[in-house]
């Protein structure tokens, strides 16, 4: 049984390596991160707090694996300068 949503497999199939993905995921999450943040402290000055609370509800690493899954976020192995 998964615990996670989507799945370890199809993300495992979206990259060429665990690491990879650990990688991707979390970058992506970092960067959704620091947006959420910003959104948050902006929206402080001007949203109720319901709507500030709905905006954040969702963890980053959650959010970066599903985009990771959907192919909305992808990546470009650089070419090895130490052969």
Excluded: F
Excluded at 26 to 42: F, P, T, Y
Excluded at 43 to 56: D, F, G, Q, V
């Amino acid at each position: 049984m998964s615990v996670i949503n989507p799945p370890i497999d199809d993300l495992l199939s979206k990259v060429d390596s665990k690491y990879t993905l650990c990688i991707i995921a979390a970058k992506r999450a970092r960067q959704i991160n620091n947006m959420v943040h910003g959104v948050r402290d902006q929206a402080l000055l001007t949203m109720p707090m319901s709507e500030i609370s709905r905006i954040t509800s969702t963890k980053p690493l959650s959010l970066a694996l599903e985009e990771i899954a959907e192919t909305d976020v992808g990546y470009e192995r650089a070419k090895d300068s130490y052969k």
